[in-house]
Every structure is written in C-alpha cells, then in structure tokens.
C-alpha cells in the first residue's frame, strides 16, 4: 500500500528488516551501546558481521530519540542509521521522543542523500509500545517530515507480523 505526496512516497509491507536488499539504508531498532541485541538488532548486527559493532562503538551510548549512521557492513544496504526508541512508561514524553527517531532518521538520510530507507516499528517490540501508538505516531512523524526531504524518495515501514502489518496499513 502506498501514499503519495509531491516528493517521497510511504510504503508498508511484510518483512525482514535485515532483508531489504532494494533499499539504500535501513533503520535500526537500537540499544543505547548500539550493539546487537535481540529482535531488529540482533537481526541486523547478525546479517552485518562484526564490523558493525566496532564502528558502533565510539559513537554509542545515545540518548532516546537520536539517531547516528553507519556503514551496513555485510548487509546488502549502503547504509545502517541507528535510531534509540523510546522504552514505554519509562523515557517520557514517549510520544515525542519516538517522533524524533523518525524525524532524525529521515533528516539524516537525507543529508547522506539516500534515495530509499526502510524502518522497522520502532519502540514496538522490547520496549513495550502498543503498535496502535507506534504507528500511529510513526506515519504521523514521517508524513510531517516527507515535504522536507530532498533526496530520499521511498520510505518503507517493514512490519515482523501480519497484525501488525494491518495495524499500519490502517493509519495509511
Ligand atoms: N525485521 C522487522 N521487524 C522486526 C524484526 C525483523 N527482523 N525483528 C523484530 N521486529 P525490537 P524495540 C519487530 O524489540 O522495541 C533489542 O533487544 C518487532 O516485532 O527489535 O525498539 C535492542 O537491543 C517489533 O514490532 O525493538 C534494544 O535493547 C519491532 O520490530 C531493544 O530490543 C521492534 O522490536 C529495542 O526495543
């Protein structure tokens, strides 16, 4: 399913983060130490080897709401941005700080001049946020950012299950 607007287009589907080969960058569900982990980074530093966590390593801990970018490593993918979502009840406000990972995501793509970024739903596994808020918020956050970018023209929230694909779809 898509939505348009004049510049970049928003799309849902099924899916592997780790397994995007058409997309220039994908995003990282991170922790603070940005390294592997279990769920979106534990697939993603699996897939991109080592190399991964020691680029990692000198830019971490972030804070909830930032974003950095690495290279992908192993992964087919000319890019990794690492993103801290929000942990439900604990990083407040919750809502704004899940905004600001999309938010900072998007500005850095398009500052590197990335064509196409994928995201996972972030926040919404480990660290507890209902997928009605999460994506709620998130497509919120990206439609917002969309009329800014210059560079990045396909956006992809690549969702782990049907229901949560269905929970998106609904807000597009
Ligand atoms: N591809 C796409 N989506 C996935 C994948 C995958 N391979 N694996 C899980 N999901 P999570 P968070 C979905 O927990 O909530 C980690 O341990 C999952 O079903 O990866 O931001 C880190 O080390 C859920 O909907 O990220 C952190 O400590 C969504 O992706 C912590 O978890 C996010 O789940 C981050 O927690």
Do not use: W
């Not at 530093?45 to 950095?68: F, M, S, T």
């Not at 396909?154 to 807000?171: G, N, T």
Request: proline share 6%; net charge neutral; glycine share 8%.
């Amino acid at each position: 399913m898509k939505s348009d607007n004049s510049k970049a287009k928003l799309e849902v589907t099924l899916g592997d983060i780790a397994n995007q080969p058409d997309m220039d960058a994908i995003v990282n569900a991170a922790n603070a130490q940005l390294q592997t982990g279990g769920g979106v980074a534990g697939a993603i530093h699996r897939a991109a080897g080592p190399g991964l966590g020691d680029e990692c390593r000198p830019l971490a801990p972030i804070k909830p709401g930032e974003a950095v970018i690495t290279g992908a490593h192993k992964l087919p993918n000319k890019y990794v941005i690492h993103c801290l979502g929000p942990v439900y009840g604990r990083d407040k406000p919750e809502d704004k700080l899940l905004a600001a990972c999309y938010e900072n995501a998007l500005r850095l793509a398009d500052k590197q001049q990335i064509a196409s970024l994928a995201f996972p739903a972030i926040s919404a596994g480990a660290f507890g946020f209902p997928i009605e808020e999460a994506a709620a918020i998130a497509t919120d956050a990206i439609r917002k950012k969309m009329p800014e970018l210059s560079h990045v023209k396909k956006i992809r929230m690549v969702l782990f299950s049907e229901s949560d694909l269905e929970v998106f779809r609904k807000q597009l």
